[in-house]
Nanobody, 121 residues
Framework: QVQLVESGGGSVQAGGSLRLSCASS?????MGWLRQVPVTDREYVARLSSTGPMYFADSVKGRFTISKDSAKTTLYLQMNSLKPEDTGMYYC??????????????????WGQGTQVTVSS
């Protein structure tokens, strides 16, 4: 069972930056970040595969970057120029398979506990 532990969330004013980290207990092929606000489905934010292109939601393109450490077991999400609409619980997710074209939460087998990001105007 892969275990994912997120960190780095917090409160920041609009225009600020945060860096989220996700430590995985083992290597997985596809890793990503999704976020959720109450009474909505988890929204795909970004993902990184061992092969193939990165993906970013249109709402975060040009502001967020995703990367892994050299051991490829820690995933990062650098969030710049944050907006109030970026507020939500951010979840790290992983799959032992290639990233799916569908880009849905159901594509992932493993989830972290979530880290809260709050952006005030």
């Amino acid at each position: 069972q892969v275990q994912l532990v997120e960190s780095g969330g917090g409160s920041v004013q609009a225009g600020g930056s945060l860096r989220l980290s996700c430590a995985s207990s083992e290597y997985t092929y596809c890793m990503g970040w999704l976020r959720q606000v109450p009474v909505t489905d988890r929204e795909y934010v970004a993902r990184l595969s061992s092969t193939g292109p990165m993906y970013f939601a249109d709402s975060v393109k040009g502001r967020f970057t995703i990367s892994k450490d050299s051991a490829k077991t820690t995933l990062y999400l650098q969030m710049n120029s944050l907006k109030p609409e970026d507020t939500g619980m951010y979840y790290c997710a992983a799959s032992p398979r290639a990233c799916m074209v569908s880009r849905q939460a159901a594509d992932f087998d493993y989830w972290g506990q979530g880290t809260q990001v709050t952006v005030s105007s």
